[in-house]
């Protein structure tokens, strides 16, 4: 879904999650035709879990938070559920993080919808989602509307009053306006009571997982820091990419690549099959697979993460199709991250979905302040046959 597009919901009872590489807390906002809350029971996050209609599900750090919305369980006069996110961590903005809303079957985990911001700054919360009431009809619609001021900007905006000074200022949007579908804004209803305060925040990653427990396998978005025993990992590494085709005898001819960036985003080098080795031998490629049989890794891109340059900080891992096949006719496409001394998987992640196009962008590794690397699954597919049409997307999506 794109800003402002919307969806009729096929279900009766929806799911909404909301995942990124940091450790967000999701709610829920029960709102009247005029927009705003009934009283401070229409807020639905993890101290208040449960409302009419609407339930918070804690994904315990592990999985996406998610607002579940009973559409035929909802009370008379309410006709909008507004789903928002923040960051777990205290002052932490959007800045370098990319939120990805998926709407689901409540009951099926089936897919709806999904829908991913464009890229956000300043913003400390963001209104991410609203299902609403249009004529009979209970609908989706992607919003994407920043607040530089938190939870507390949003809950004011919506007709909750939060007793601290500094949440009680009027919100600030710093993302597109909403569409011009919604209710206007009326003046803030009478002062209620503020929700419990929240938690005091955790430990900096703690919403992120390590290698401390073994192999960790990953989903869409999700993160895991590469770090042993409290040490990063500084040692060679291996990227390896698989595929096979999704009709029997049907060669598929894809292409793997690791691209390099600086922390501008620049572009510093591509590694593929035309050229297998790149600064300055740091990151070595093994060379094309032409059909995709066979068991094991198609291709494997080999990282020596103690030897890459200061300069490196990113790198985005991907796949094409040069044919020009689709990846719809692709199965088991995977990428896993391996001890190079070793052999021993250290994270797996499946591709668990296909769309019609040429690329897809596996995974990425981002190279922290603290100098330990973080490898975040990302699955998103572009239009894009060779690794040269991938410089770009790659980089916006660091």
Avoid at 41 to 57: A, E, H, K, L, M
Avoid at 82 to 91: E, F, Q, R
Avoid at 124 to 137: D, F, K, S
Avoid at 150 to 168: K, R
Wanted: with cysteine.
């Amino acid at each position: 879904m794109t800003p402002g597009s919307n969806i009729p919901l096929p279900v009766a009872r929806v799911a909404v999650d909301v995942a990124a590489p940091v450790r967000l807390d999701v709610s829920g906002l029960l709102l009247t035709a005029d927009g705003k809350v009934r009283s401070d029971d229409d807020f639905i996050f993890y101290n208040q879990p449960t409302g009419p209609g609407v339930t918070y599900r804690s994904g315990g750090g592990t999985a996406p938070d998610a607002i579940i919305v009973d559409t035929s369980a909802l009370p008379p006069g309410i006709e909008k559920i507004v789903v928002t996110a923040s960051p777990d961590a205290a002052g932490q903005t959007f800045q370098g993080v990319e939120p990805t809303a998926t709407l689901r079957g409540a009951d099926d985990n089936s897919v709806l919808a999904t829908f991913t911001p464009p890229q956000l700054g300043a913003e400390t919360a963001l209104v991410v989602v609203e299902i609403y009431l249009r004529n009979g009809v209970w609908k989706a619609r992607a919003v994407g509307q920043g607040y530089a001021n938190g939870l507390a900007g949003i809950a004011t905006d919506f007709g909750v009053s939060v007793e601290e000074p500094a949440a009680a200022a009027p919100a600030q949007p710093v993302a597109p306006p909403r569409p011009t579908t919604q209710p206007p804004v009326t003046p803030p209803a009478p002062p209620m009571a503020a929700p419990p305060a929240p938690p005091a925040p955790p430990a900096p990653g703690a919403g992120k997982v390590n290698l401390d427990k073994g192999r960790v396998s990953l989903q869409k978005n999700q993160t895991v820091s590469l770090v042993k025993g409290g040490s990063p990992l500084l040692s060679q590494v291996k990227m390896g990419l698989g595929w096979e085709p999704a009709y029997r005898g049907k060669d598929i001819d894809l292409d793997a690549s690791v691209i390099a960036y600086g922390p501008q985003r620049n572009h510093i080098d591509s590694c593929y099959f035309g050229k297998l080795s790149i600064v300055n031998g740091a990151i070595k490629h093994s060379g094309d697979n032409l059909t995709g049989e066979g068991g094991g890794d198609d291709e494997v891109i080999t990282v020596d993460l103690g030897r890459l340059p200061q300069e490196v900080t990113g790198l985005v891992f991907t796949v094409n199709s040069f044919s020009g096949q689709k990846f719809t006719e692709v199965a088991k496409a995977y990428c896993r991250l391996l001890d190079a001394a070793t052999g021993e998987e250290l994270v797996r992640f499946d591709l668990t979905s296909a769309e019609p196009q040429t690329g897809v962008m596996m995974a990425k590794l981002i190279r922290q302040f603290t100098g330990e690397w973080d490898m975040t699954a990302m699955g998103d597919f572009v239009k894009a046959r060779t690794v040269r049409n991938m410089v770009k997307p790659a980089a916006q999506s660091l």
